[in-house]
């Protein structure tokens, strides 16, 4: 199971959160103690909900957290670690939080609130789709909304009444707050390239 691979410190810092029947690896999207639905980790891939709830974990109480991680997958999360496992280095004052597929500010904006000291980290993929997130994610930190859509080949947005167009190949947070004016503070992480995730770069390494 390529699953037993990851670091064995990743495996146990997540080891709670996460639930394993046969060759399945189950993570529990969660909205006021109830589990909606779950993301599956298999040998055939990974599938990730689309749903209102999250999987979330952290190891110590929220006003103690100093780094929150948030993504579409809890796959990527963990192989995201794999790499960086200094972030689930006890005593750990991460959290980590997979929004599904379409994340929204609601999400978002609980997880502010209960974790109010901690500094924004983007873990989603390289594709259009997860620098499009990012960027919702810088909106959402300051409290705002923008409006994304795709036109050709150029991502358009719609903030504080002015359109922006950026051609896709080079679409990045970085970009967009230089053009919106829009401050956030998020840190993006992306895998290296070819791999559009965490999750793919770890399973097709040696």
């Known amino acids: 199971m390529v699953f037993l691979r990851l670091k064995s410190e990743v495996r146990n810092f997540f080891a709670p959160h996460i639930t394993i029947v046969e060759d399945n ?6 909205m006021e103690n109830q589990v909606l639905t779950q993301e599956h980790w298999n040998e055939n891939g ?6 209102k709830g999250m999987w979330l974990v952290t190891d110590g109480l929220p006003v103690s957290v100093t ?4 993504g579409h997958s809890a796959s990527d999360l963990l192989c995201f670690c794999h ?30 609130i209960q974790f109010p000291n901690a500094k924004i980290h983007t873990i989603f993929d390289n594709g259009i789709s997860g620098r499009v997130a990012d960027c919702k994610v810088a909106t959402w930190q300051i409290g705002k909304n923008a409006r994304f859509s795709l036109a050709d080949d150029h991502g358009e947005f719609y903030y504080n009444k002015k359109k922006h167009r ?6 990045s947070l970085s970009r967009f707050e230089k053009l919106s004016g829009i ?14 995730t965490f999750y793919l770069s770890f399973i097709n390494s040696d």
């Open 183 to 196: 401050r956030s503070g998020v840190r993006t992480h992306k895998p290296k390239a070819p791999f559009e």
């Open 25 to 30: 690896i189950l993570f529990p999207y969660t």
């Open 46 to 51: 990974v599938r990730i909900p689309v749903c």
């Open 67 to 70: 780094h929150l991680f948030v």
């Open 83 to 112: 790499y960086h496992p200094n972030w689930v280095d006890p005593p750990c004052l991460s959290a980590f939080a997979s929004l599904g597929l379409l994340p929204t500010k609601e999400q978002f904006t609980w997880l502010k």
């Open 166 to 171: 950026i051609p896709v190949n080079i679409f």
